[in-house]
């Protein structure tokens, strides 16, 4: 039997369209490229979290000479959150990018390793983490989707090894 699997998600074309929140969410994800470590892509990815407190914490990727070694900005949020953030849970995550070369818009699009890591965040907190890619220009399009499953269908979960 033939399926169809719809995943929904809303698109901006520039920054000023989205709420204020996010739009500092966003913006704070394009600040986080400054704290990528990447002497050997050059591409800077920073990514912000929204606590429900309020705060917003940081991270940039982390590269390695030993290339498999580096970890992605989400990925390394991720697990520094797991211990500053008291247990708190995220709301949203923004994720933007920089990279040496002219006219690129497009929003990113996370790694299937990151998808991965906010299902476990999202499974953890029991509660879905909304998610805005953006691209390092307020004059770039943006994405939004209300939580992983838009954008990794099928997810592997704890409630497979059970
Ligand atoms: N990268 C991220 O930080 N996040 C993603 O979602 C995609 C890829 C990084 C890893 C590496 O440092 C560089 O981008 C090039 O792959």
Redesign the pocket.
Known sequence: MQKELHISYEEFNNWAELNEQDRNLLSAAQDATGLAY?PY?Q?K?GAAVLLESGKIYKAG?Q?NASYPV?I???RTLLSTLTSVANGEKILAMA?SYYKNSENYTQP????GM?RQAIVEAETRQGAPITIILGANNPENKVYKVDGIASLLPFQFTSEDLK
């Open positions: 990447v892509s591409f990815v990727n590269e580096t992605c900005a989400e994720v990113i699009s996370p790694c990151c």
